[in-house]
């Protein structure tokens, strides 16, 4: 039996009131539901407030650089098929500076989990805009207000059928716990956006600004149906959506490898058979 | 693609070049002219560079199909037992442009290209313009039936009736053949190896236009010049540096390699994606560049030894990563493929103007590794070093290469694979007492490894002493991000005590000739070739030479460079680059200094001449 107590309990280095605490809870409960040991799960970060999320847990972790995460996780999986790998960042880091990334790896569709904290603005750095904050959101950095469109994450991970598509709000802890736990038994890539505030930075979008406009998604949706995912997922203002959006079956990435199907990479001796017959074809 | 470079290359894209072939066919029918007996190989030479090899150059534009006739020639020649080298020249273009295909062939050794031709192979008449000034007084030129340019060296082969379609090129190949006396069944072997032994009529076509092209020389022997026969007839490989990379990547163990196309390091992840499947490897086209570094970071960190390969560029983009391995301590090889520069500078082209980019890549402070391969074989070998130093040392190890040699065949000696170690990870692994601690302190620096999810041993972890914690951050001994600036100071001087592990195992730089001699010649990397041929062309004029040469460029050690270089009378630094690098680096490692530098940036390779030319006006 896999207790949470296991995930072990650390001070951090978040504000009290941040989004990160409740999020830090669901996923260590996710965890836990699923009997998932510490040591079978590996979480891989960039940086940022979020990024730091798996410093305050045990388990295997590797904190990459800004906006990274995804490629880093993309070779630890390929690497070893068994390890269940979670990417941990803000939005920032993982629509942001990692944008590229983020397309890619839902284009791949590889078995990793990527939760992203997203409070609509920079907290590390002290309150610059984000790629999520709303047209209008005034910063040091954006006097005037944002002018760009903010970035829907949901909308395009829909529009390019990533294989399983999420939002959840830190204020209802258990019902993130159980995407979370959905996204990490989905075999494919999952995404799921985590509405937090930001007590510091974010007078705006507060904990009572998301939780008079989350509502969870009705039990007779249907999240397979992408015509329906994608009208959902165009819905974010005075009503934001929360829960399973968008889940297909598409293979993941790895099935297309024979070879991850004997083990981690690392336990496997070279071919030297199959090595001198490709020297001889130089012959 | 950051920059195509035509349809290319190696056997694996022959077909491509088949199909090139025959879209040309109507517009390209040669014929060869009448060509003055010549002597190839004078008894007494003029100058210094008549020697004993024949140099022949294919010229054409891309498309045309010059690279597969190249191909096929030198793994022909190599087969019959010659030596060759091979130099690429072409352009950023898919299809036009002028573009070369260069074979230097001799019965004896040979390690360098060389600029004289005596054998010209012109598919366009821009061909002939731009190199006939190069051609040896005893020189031909094989030309076009409609070239407006006649006389002189000039040989006329009715080469349509020959080969008729899209056989006139394997005609021209027998037309070749016969002129330097290979073996008809053998080019015919080479051939039906390349275009696949399924189709039984294009092997019988085949076959058919190069017994014409044959038959036709043989009835002009007048023209006919025979290479010697070859004294010491061994079995032969016949590569290029980036094939010998992919080569001595997957047999040190590579299991993860992920790149993004660059000119001119693409070929090794062609190579490599062709072995994928019966090698056991994941090669993977990542988005960019920073996430082929990233996802070999990832790869290393989950137990693959992982490789990545690029150009300056690329490399550009991936430094921020190079940082990363070095704060992580995460094994990786990194192949930077130099061309010339700045930013897109040309991407077809060769230089060493990287030395000092690479050596500095990464912000903070963090040990390195760089290898800078002279040769063929060298590419293979310091590609298993850079693995074997890689997982020593637990950070970023470069290969350091260039244009020219990833595109030049060459013969190379067969490799003993079974007496080859491999990396193993596995075996590498050591769980020490108690908890985990990924950054413990050791006298080395160098940390006990464990991978995630993977115990001792590599069997399944199922306990959570056994977790592996890395950071970007400043970490503690258990890979938890730090500020404790006491911690800070013991793992700056951890991981730096890593630099000693490397300079244990550093390639001595290599010294030909006498160590009291009159002139040293210093270089590094792919020049290698061209300066050990221009000093054992010195003598004759009664000079004493010696060589110098670097395939590990860093760490430099002092003391094995001061005493050959003190004990010369007089010393040039060699290099591919307009500012001297390697002799600046020398100077700021060694304190001495290297006033007189040959340097060559128009982005063509190193020769002999070249060297030889430039000895003389200094």
């Given at each position: ?66 906006g ?5 996780a ?7 098929t068994s ?22 790896a ?49 909308a ?9 598509v ?26 799921i ?36 995912a994608?009208?959902v ?8 959506p ?42 | ?108 050794e ?101 017994a ?64 994928a ?150 075996t ?21 490894r464990?991978?995630?999810?993977i ?32 911690v ?95 002799a600046?680096l ?33």
């Open positions: 039996m896999v207790a949470i107590e296991d995930y072990g309990n650390y001070e951090t280095a978040w504000c009290p009131g941040c989004g990160n605490h409740s999020i830090l809870v669901a996923v260590k409960n996710a965890l836990v539901s699923l009997e998932l040991e510490p040591s079978q799960v590996l979480f891989v970060s960039g940086i940022g407030q979020a990024a730091k999320a798996p410093h305050y847990l045990k388990a295997n972790v590797f904190n990459g650089l800004h990274r995460a995804l490629p880093v993309t070779g630890a999986k390929l690497s070893n390890l269940n790998v979670i990417v941990e960042s803000g939005e920032g880091c993982s629509y942001g500076e990692g944008g590229n990334h983020f397309l890619a839902i284009r791949r569709n590889i078995d990793i989990t990527m939760i992203v904290h997203d409070n609509q603005v920079y907290g590390l750095t002290k309150g610059q805009s984000s790629p999520t904050s709303m047209e209008g959101f005034v910063t040091k950095t954006q006097p005037t207000g944002v002018v760009s469109s903010p970035f829907n994450p949901i395009v991970a829909v529009t390019i059928k990533a294989g399983f999420a939002r959840g709000f830190s204020g209802r802890i258990d019902h993130l716990s159980g995407l979370i736990r959905k996204g990490i038994s989905h075999k494919g890539f999952s995404l956006d985590v509405l937090q505030p930001c007590v510091s930075f974010n007078k705006v979008n507060t904990f009572g600004w998301y939780n008079q406009r989350c509502y969870e998604l009705p039990p007779d949706y249907n999240p397979f149906d992408w015509a329906e994608i009208s997922s165009q819905e974010f203002g005075e009503r934001i929360i829960g399973v959006i968008y889940q297909n079956d598409r293979p993941s990435f790895e099935d297309h490898f024979a070879v991850l199907g004997k083990g981690p990479l690392a336990m496997q001796d070279v071919n030297l058979e199959a090595l001198e017959e490709i020297v001889r074809s130089y012959g | 693609m950051r920059s195509v470079a035509r349809g290319r290359k190696s056997k694996f894209l022959g077909i491509v070049d088949l199909v090139c072939l025959e879209a040309t066919v109507e517009v390209f029918s040669w014929t060869f002219l009448v060509c003055n007996a010549f002597q190839l190989f004078p008894s007494k030479g003029r100058g210094h560079m008549i020697d004993n090899s024949i140099n022949l150059v294919i010229g054409g534009e891309a498309g045309q199909g010059l690279v597969t006739l190249g191909q096929i020639l030198a793994k022909a020649l190599v087969r019959e037992g010659y030596s060759i080298v091979v130099t690429q020249s072409y352009q950023s273009r898919i299809r036009g442009g002028h573009n070369t295909y260069t074979i230097r062939v001799s019965h004896e040979i390690r360098a290209p060389k600029e004289r031709i005596e054998v010209l192979v012109a598919l366009d008449e821009e061909t002939v313009l731009l190199h006939e000034k190069e051609l040896s007084p005893e020189g031909i030129i094989i030309v076009n039936e409609a070239s407006k340019i006649s006389g002189g060296s000039r040989l006329q082969v009715p080469l349509r009736k020959l080969g008729s379609g899209k056989f006139y090129n394997v005609a021209a190949l027998g037309v070749i053949g016969g002129l330097l006396g290979i073996g008809q069944e053998c080019i015919g072997r080479t051939l039906d190896d390349f275009f696949g032994q399924h189709d039984k009529t294009l092997i019988d076509n085949n076959r058919i236009a190069l014409k092209g044959f038959g036709w020389m043989s009835a002009h022997p007048e023209a006919v010049r025979k290479l010697p026969p070859v004294r010491i007839s061994r079995p032969h490989l016949a590569m290029d540096g980036n094939e010998a990379i992919a080569l001595g990547a997957m047999s040190a163990g590579l299991k993860f390699f992920a790149f993004y196309p660059m000119t001119p390091a693409t070929s090794i992840a062609v190579n490599l994606a062709a072995c499947e019966r090698m056991g490897l994941i090669v993977e086209q990542a988005e960019d560049e920073i996430a082929a570094i990233n996802m070999a970071i990832g790869a290393s960190f989950a137990g693959a030894p992982s490789m990545v390969a690029t150009s300056g560029g690329g490399f550009a983009l991936m430094t921020e990563a190079v940082s990363l391995a070095g704060m992580t301590e995460t094994p990786v090889v990194i192949v930077v493929s130099q061309r010339p520069g700045p930013s897109t500078g040309l991407p077809t082209r060769t230089e060493q103007g990287d030395l000092e980019f690479v050596l500095h890549a990464g912000h903070g402070e963090f040990p390195r590794a760089i290898f800078a391969p002279g040769t063929v074989e060298d590419c293979f070998h310091l590609t298993r070093k850079a693995f074997e130093i890689a997982e020593d040392s637990h950070g970023p190890v470069f290969l350091l290469t260039d244009q020219f040699l990833a595109d030049s065949y060459r013969s190379v000696d067969p490799f003993k694979l079974e007496e080859l170690s491999q990396v193993n990870t596995c590498a692994s050591v769980m020490p007492e108690g908890i985990y601690k990924t950054y413990a302190i050791t006298d080395s620096g160098v940390s006990p464990l991978f995630p999810g115990s001792s041993g590599c069997v399944q972890a199922r306990r959570s002493e056994q977790l592996v914690v890395a950071d970007s951050d400043e970490h503690s001994e258990n890979g938890h991000l730090t500020e404790d600036l006491a800070r100071k013991i793992m700056v001087e951890k991981r730096l005590r890593k630099l000693e592990v490397i300079r244990k195992q550093v390639v001595p730089p290599e010294l030909t000739g006498d160590d009291q001699a009159d002139l040293m010649l210093v270089c590094w990397g792919s020049t290698k070739g061209a300066v050990l041929e221009a000093a054992s062309r010195l003598p004759a004029q009664g000079a004493n030479v010696a060589t110098l040469h670097l395939s590990q460029v860093w760490p430099l050690v002092p003391e094995l460079l001061l005493k050959p270089l003190e004990a010369a009378r007089r010393v040039v630094c060699v290099e591919s680059n307009a500012t001297g690098q390697l600046r020398i100077h700021r490692e060694t304190g001495f200094s290297i006033e007189r530098r040959i340097l060559r940036y128009d982005g063509l390779p190193i020769t002999p001449e070249f060297i030889l030319r430039e000895l003389e006006v200094s």
